[in-house]
């Protein structure tokens, strides 16, 4: 089995890494205010759905938020 660094060195790992620890700090979070197993995992998907991946990874060279928007001339 190969070993794996703390790191992550892909597009793919970066993001799954930021994924885990959004649902784990979120399920966390959602049984220390006294939730149930059900509500601490919808707590932890909730948390996923909601991730910001553009905080994440750059944006690839070319692509500009500001000609995503509508009111971009």
Known sequence: ???RSDTPSTPA???RAACVN???AAYEDAGI???CAEGR???ALAAIRHLDLSSILPLPAGRDDAAET???P
């Open 33 to 35: 205010r006294g939730l």
């Open 1 to 3: 089995m190969s070993q």
């Open 22 to 24: 959004a649902a784990v």
């Open 13 to 15: 790992e970066t993001i």
């Open 70 to 72: 509508p009111d971009s």
């Open 41 to 43: 995992w919808e707590a």
